[in-house]
């Protein structure tokens, strides 16, 4: 069964009880981006965006904002959800569509911010934001919350949304990695068993500015569309949540560091496909074809 959530097709295959798993599932996504949206102004997240003071969150933003701090730590501050400044810069200011964020003038230049200036006291789930300090969590939210999801879904069952995945079975699930240059093409047929996957490249989300094209993955190093020798990173993971982090972070560091820091995990592995030449295969994979 399918539905539309997060601006991406989610679909939820289930060996019983399907529709019951799907209408759970698409709850579950409905409560996550009514939080974490940052296109909704009365989501959560958009008012901890616009809180001038200290601000009390709920148990599920408090916990997303401590997971995604230590992503910033353990990739050494390549995956950086204060980015929600650059984003609006660079004109992603507002849920994706196809040529609805074109433009002829580029947005002021952000400053730099980092999700480690954001204080996060547990005892009463206080957030204290500095005002230069955008929080975009786009870039964990999806993987998180198909995990969630994953939790209702019988032995064997799978979701599915945008290409962030959880695969349970034993029996595996065949996964098709497409080609970025052609839609039509796979690439690789991988057999995942009970694991998650997820894909991130360029070449969905893309806009014009002036005469320059941008896409929403930022270097929060140089605060633009990242440049990278990488078209496409897909990851295999225990989590969609992890898959997700790992898939962007690689795409920004390129074919060279990308893998050095998949080295700090044991259990992941990861199709690189680059600008030129062949795809690079990292960790251990189950190939069909």
Request: hydrophobic content about 45%.
């Amino acid at each position: 069964m399918r539905f539309r959530a997060m601006n991406t097709d989610v679909t939820v295959i289930a060996e019983r009880d399907e529709a019951q798993v799907a209408a759970q599932v698409e709850q579950i996504f409905a409560d996550a981006e009514q939080r974490f949206s940052r296109f909704r102004a009365d989501s959560e997240l958009s008012r901890l965006n616009r809180s001038t003071e200290p601000m009390i969150v709920s148990a599920q933003m408090f916990d997303a904002l401590v997971t995604a701090k230590r992503y910033v730590e353990l990739t050494d501050g390549i995956f950086e959800p204060a980015i929600g400044a650059a984003l609006v810069a660079l004109g992603y200011d507002r849920s994706f569509a196809a040529g609805a964020l074109d433009r002829d003038s580029a947005g002021s230049a952000p400053r730099t911010a980092s999700l480690l200036d954001v204080e996060l006291d547990a005892t009463c789930r206080i957030v204290t934001r500095p005002g230069g300090v955008q929080i975009d969590l786009g870039g964990i939210v999806k993987g998180r919350t198909v995990d969630a999801a994953a939790a209702v879904l019988p032995r064997r069952g799978a979701i599915d949304a945008g290409g962030d995945q959880v695969l349970r079975g034993s029996e595996g699930w065949l996964v098709g990695i497409e080609d970025p240059r052609d839609a039509e093409r796979t690439i690789a047929t991988l057999r995942v068993r009970d694991g998650a996957v997820a894909t991130s490249a360029a070449n969905r989300r893309r806009w014009r500015v002036q005469r320059a094209q941008r896409h929403h993955i930022v270097d929060p190093r140089t605060l633009g569309s990242a440049e990278s020798d990488l078209v496409q990173v897909t990851v295999l993971a225990p989590t969609a949540e992890l898959a997700d982090v790992l898939a962007k972070t690689v795409f920004v560091l390129g074919s060279a560091a990308g893998p050095l820091l998949l080295d700090r995990w044991a259990d992941v592995a990861a199709v690189l496909v680059p600008a030129q030449g062949e795809p690079l295969v990292y960790g251990e994979l189950e190939v069909v074809s």
